[in-house]
């Protein structure tokens, strides 16, 4: 377990979350004046889950990316006119 200072964590945020994602390290403590304050973690990567009335619903869907919703959708936001 890795412990950084708030300055030096906001300095090298890119290499801390790089060395999460390679496994280097399980977790991050960013500490403030000697003692902890926060933790960087990587997140789970588990699918979005759908709840409520959305549970079990499709989340596009069939045709969403089509040339003529594509266009219906410029026409809406005045694009490409």
Avoid: H
Wanted: net charge positive; with cysteine.
């Amino acid at each position: 377990m890795t412990q950084v200072g708030v300055l030096e964590a906001k300095n090298s945020l890119s290499k801390l979350i790089r060395m999460l994602e390679r496994g280097e390290e399980e977790q991050v403590i960013i500490t403030r004046n000697n003692r902890p304050v926060a933790r960087l973690t990587l997140l789970d990567k588990a699918p979005a889950k759908r709840i409520g009335v959305a549970k079990g619903q499709r989340l596009y869907c069939d045709g969403w990316d089509s040339p003529e919703i594509n266009e219906e959708v410029a026409k809406l936001f005045g694009v490409g006119q």
